[in-house]
């Protein structure tokens, strides 16, 4: 978890001061610590694909709504702990790499209800 929050920590800083890897670390971040960071992102970015390919590809993950019911969009569980978790390591990397054909079909399969209706155009 701790390794998490460093790793959203730093994209939060890369994210508001750099435009690419090749400008060097942003203000205030060592440039041990932003090779690091560079590392982790790709090493995690390549789990994230490797989890699409070898796991969702052929098993999409339920959309929100439908693995967990009972919480709303707005609700905190979205933010932290199991609900975060979902949308970012199974759901958000499902949309990340299928198709667009196979996201539409997913669309058809699983509609968005009222609630979650701009849900998929924004992830």
Same mark, same amino acid.
């Given at each position: ?22 400008? /060097?670390?942003? %203000? ?8 690091? #960071? !560079? +590392? ?40 932290? /702990?199991?609900? %975060? ?8 990397? #499902? !949309? +990340? ?27």
């Amino acid at each position: 978890m701790m390794i998490r929050f460093i790793f959203l920590s730093l994209f939060m800083i890369a994210g508001t001061t750099m435009a690419s890897n090749e400008i /060097g670390a942003p %203000e205030g971040v060592s440039a041990e610590d932003w090779e690091a #960071y !560079l +590392k982790h992102k790709k090493d995690w970015e390549a789990m994230l694909q490797q989890r699409f390919e070898s796991e969702l590809k052929a098993n999409p993950p339920l959309p929100p709504w439908e693995k967990f019911p009972e919480y709303e969009p707005s609700n905190i569980f979205w933010r932290m /702990g199991t609900g %975060e978790e979902y949308l970012i390591d199974y759901f958000g990397v #499902y !949309l +990340k790499y299928a198709s667009k054909d196979d996201i539409q079909a997913y669309k058809l399969k699983y509609p968005a209800p009222k609630i979650w209706e701009n849900w998929y155009n924004e992830n």
